[in-house]
């Protein structure tokens, strides 16, 4: 089992920076893939980024490109979400999940492919 906290959220302007962070605990944390999730109000649950057990692979939508940054310390059990240039459209639930095969893969963007979810933090981008 693996237990994730993320914190990091809150009410930024048009532009701004936020770093999110996940804290994990249970198993090797390195075993892990990470990635992040969002769910803007009225909408699904979409992918931003995935990062693979060792930190070697990273993979972003394309929406994030060049603004967002994932990033993870082992020696912390902690992954990072690095939000610069946020608009608008950016404001949604950020959401922390684990899978439990450490590799990136097609399926790696998909929801399904993640075992543990954090509870969720909320980004509010003001325009």
């Known amino acids: 089992q693996v237990h994730l906290v993320e914190s990091g959220g809150g009410l930024v302007q048009t532009g701004g920076s936020l770093r999110l962070s996940c804290a994990a605990s249970?198993?090797?944390?390195?075993?892990?893939?990470m990635a992040w999730f969002r769910q803007g109000p009225g909408k699904e649950r979409s992918f931003v980024a995935a990062?693979?057990?060792?930190?070697?692979?990273?993979d972003y939508a394309d929406s994030v490109k060049g603004r967002f940054t994932i990033s993870r310390d082992n020696a912390k059990n902690t992954v990072y979400l690095q939000m610069n240039t946020l608009k608008p459209e950016d404001t949604a639930v950020y959401y922390c999940?684990?899978?439990?095969?450490?590799?990136?893969?097609?399926?790696?963007?998909?929801?399904?492919?993640?075992?543990?979810w954090g509870q969720g933090t909320q980004v509010t981008v003001s325009s």
């Open positions: 249970g198993r090797t944390f390195n075993s892990y893939a």
């Open positions: 990062i693979s057990g060792s930190g070697g692979t990273r």
């Open positions: 999940a684990a899978s439990e095969y450490r590799y990136l893969r097609v399926q790696s963007k998909a929801w399904e492919s993640y075992d543990y």
